[in-house]
Structure formats: structure tokens, C-alpha cells
């Protein structure tokens, strides 16, 4: 049985759990009588391909400017944000370090959670005022109780809250489940084994899973009592790097891990890559090894810009929903700019820039406020003109009409 088919027994009636150990626990059934490193959200963490992944995806969200915008005669028209999309988490948390606390959760469990403390006095879809200050929770601090896909209650350190009272996003979602899954918990094989391939290094290197070296001597048996005082003898002599002085009878053979050391740096190699996948983040982009592949960019900003399409943008899309729901009243709408993601080089700006302004689509006086810069003034325009010019438009010819006055 899948874990998804166990998830959805779970909530045909009413049940308790845990978003993220649970999950968890849940993705490790059947696995019985392994012993190695506990992946946890936490523990996850400790591989660096995990945070790299979570980091970037999280970067680059909280990022993105976040606009507010209403269709006034069929032209979308910016307006004010409310505070809730500026300082979120009152002042001592601005908007940016919010998005990326929620990014974070999300990316990892699938979920994030925050109180509703404060609400503003505009009715939202539900009839109470909407959010106006959402102060996010731990993860593990957070239990549910729901009945199918609905949430009945909410637990957050041992006080329950109604489902109004509290802020929840969810990403990697199934039908008929009321929480997003956990990319950690179906990830756990793969973290696992990267993981418990460190510890094993770790163990291997320090000499504490099997000896560094044997210290034999040729030419006799020697009972415990003498092999325990050469053996103390020689940890004496080369512990701070000192000489080891012994005669013909002694024979001193490191201990070599070649074969474990190959399979310890394919194993880092594989679950690299691995993990990536899991946690929506191409290989290249965490410096992760990539073989096989063949696909180039002419410049970075394709790069960004495959990104965004393939792993980036359904997540901003959701969110922008959901902010748009939630944060927002009657027509208006939340977009987030992830034009900050596809900025090009200089070179490459003002030939598009300058390519749009030939063909019309762009005024000379937007192209300047895309630099913030005001409009040109008169006198700029005549100090063109006399270096290029004058901008007045040459006429052009006519055809003669026949039997018409000169």
C-alpha cells in the first residue's frame, strides 16, 4: 500500500497528525530493523544538496517584488499593497524575510502555518476582516484534526485554534488530503543513503568503524599483556607525529578503504543529483555533478528563464492565488515580478530596449523610467539634435498627378 492510499484512510474520518513527522513516519513504514541517521525536517538539513535546494528556491522567491493590481476599463492598474504584504509579521519582520520563511517550509514539508493576529476592518470572502498580521510557527509545533479533506482544528503547542484563526499555504498537494505532502519524506530514501554515507566517512576516517592499521609482529605469537604495551608504545610514539623505532620482528600494514571510499563517492554523487529532483532544483544550479547532459545556454538569462518555466513558476503561480484569495478584496489581484529572475546584461537590455522603441511598443519615456529616470527635457532633446540632427521627419515624395498645377 502507497503512502498516498494511507494518507487518504487516515482522513476518511476524523483524525489527528503531525504535518511533518507524520508524513515522515508515514514514508518510513515497512522499513523495519534498519539502523542509520533519522531523516527528519530537521535532520534533512545536514545535507548540503537539501539547503542548497531550499536556499535557492527560497532566494529567489523573496526576491520578487510583490504588486497589487485591478482591471480599471480592461488595463491592469497598480495599486496601494496592504500592509500585510509589506510588514507581514508587524515590524520586526518585513515582507521579505516572510517570503522566504514560508518558501522554506513549503519547499521542505509542503506546508507553512502562522497565527492570524491582527485582521484589517476590509471584509474578506469568509465575512471577517482580512489579514493584517500573520505570525508564522514551527512546523513541528503544529497538529491538524480534519474529517476528509476539510480541517476542523488546529493545534499549534498544545492550543487548539479554529481554521479562520490560522494562516496556511500548501504546495505538492493530493486530492482528498488536507495538507501538501513532504518532499523530505519521499526524499528520506535518498537523503538516508547520502547521509549514513557521511556517517560513514566520519566513522571510517576517525577509526572508528574498523582499525586504521595492524601491527604485526613476525616472528613470534605475543600474548595480550605485550600486544596491549606495543600497542600503547606505538599510539605514544606516532600520536603527535613522532618516530616509531622498532627492529626486523615488526611489521606495520595500514588499513586502505579504496573500495569503500569509491562506493562513499558514488553514493555522494547519485544522491545528489537525486535529491535535486525531488526538491524541484536542477543539478547545475546547487554545483551539483550533472553527466549525460548536453543542453546549453547561450546566456545565463535562458538559463533563469528555463528555471522559472520547468521549477520555479507553477509555485509562484499558486501563491499568487492564494495571496490574491486570502490578502486581497473584490477585484483586486496579487502578482509577484519575477522579472527580477530574467534581468540580462547591459548589452543584451538596451539592444531589446532599443528594438521595442523602433517598433512602437515602447515609449522613449518608458524606456527611461525603466532606468528611473524622468522623461527627457527640451533642452536634452535640442542637444540631440545638435548631435545627430534635427528630429523633425524629412518629407517624404510624392508622385506627380498628370494634367495637376506646379
Not at 553514493?267 to 551539483?288: K, N, S
Request: net charge neutral.
Amino acid at each position: 500500500m502507497g503512502v498516498g492510499e494511507r494518507l487518504r484512510q487516515m482522513f476518511t474520518r476524523d483524525a489527528n497528525i503531525t504535518s511533518a513527522e507524520d508524513l515522515l513516519a508515514l514514508a518510513r513504514a515497512g522499513r523495519t530493523g534498519k539502523k542509520g541517521v533519522h531523516v527528519s525536517n530537521d535532520s534533512a538539513l545536514r545535507h548540503s544538496a537539501v539547503w542548497a535546494c531550499l536556499r535557492l528556491r527560497a532566494d529567489l522567491v523573496s526576491s520578487f517584488p510583490i504588486d497589487v493590481f485591478r482591471y480599471v476599463d480592461g488595463i491592469q492598474v497598480e495599486v496601494p499593497k496592504p500592509p500585510v504584504l509589506v510588514t507581514p509579521g508587524g515590524l520586526e519582520v518585513g515582507i521579505k524575510e516572510w517570503m522566504y520563511s514560508t518558501e522554506f517550509d513549503l519547499d521542505r514539508a509542503g506546508n507553512c502555518f502562522g497565527i492570524i493576529t491582527e485582521r484589517t476592518g476590509v471584509v474578506g470572502p469568509d465575512g471577517r476582516g482580512l489579514p493584517g498580521r500573520v505570525e508564522l510557527v514551527e512546523l513541528g509545533a503544529v497538529s491538524v484534526r480534519a474529517n476528509g479533506s476539510t480541517i476542523k482544528k488546529f493545534t499549534i503547542n498544545g492550543k487548539q485554534y479554529e481554521p479562520w484563526e490560522i494562516w496556511h499555504e500548501k504546495q505538492y498537494t493530493v486530492a482528498g488530503f488536507p495538507l501538501g505532502l513532504s518532499p523530505v519524506a519521499y526524499a528520506a530514501w535518498s537523503i538516508e543513503e547520502s547521509l549514513n554515507a557521511q556517517q560513514f566517512a566520519r566513522d571510517w576516517f576517525a577509526g572508528g568503524a574498523v582499525p586504521s592499521g595492524t601491527l604485526k609482529n613476525t616472528r613470534k605469537t605475543i600474548d595480550k599483556k605485550q600486544a596491549r604495551e606495543v600497542k600503547d608504545g606505538f599510539r605514544a610514539a606516532v600520536s603527535n607525529g613522532d618516530l616509531f623505532v622498532h627492529g626486523e620482528d615488526w611489521e606495520y600494514k595500514p588499513v586502505q578503504a579504496v573500495a569503500q571510499q569509491a562506493q562513499f563517492i558514488e553514493a555522494r554523487q547519485y544522491g545528489l543529483g537525486d535529491i535535486a529532483r525531488f526538491f524541484g532544483c536542477p543539478g547545475d544550479l546547487i554545483d551539483a555533478a550533472v553527466s549525460g547532459s548536453s543542453v546549453t545556454y547561450a546566456n545565463i538569462s535562458q538559463r533563469n528563464l528555463q528555471f522559472l518555466i520547468m521549477n520555479l513558476g507553477p509555485a509562484v503561480g499558486r501563491r499568487e492565488d492564494t495571496f490574491s484569495r486570502k490578502l486581497v478584496s473584490g477585484p483586486r489581484f496579487v502578482k509577484l515580478n519575477t522579472d527580477a529572475l530574467l534581468r540580462m546584461d547591459p548589452e543584451a537590455r538596451a539592444r531589446t530596449i532599443g528594438q521595442r522603441i523602433t517598433n512602437r511598443t515602447l515609449a522613449p519615456s518608458e524606456a527611461r523610467a525603466l532606468d528611473n529616470l524622468p522623461p527627457f527635457t527640451e533642452d536634452q532633446l535640442a542637444e540631440f539634435d545638435r548631435l545627430f540632427g534635427s528630429r523633425s521627419v524629412p518629407a517624404q515624395p510624392t508622385t506627380a498627378v498628370p494634367g495637376a498645377t506646379p
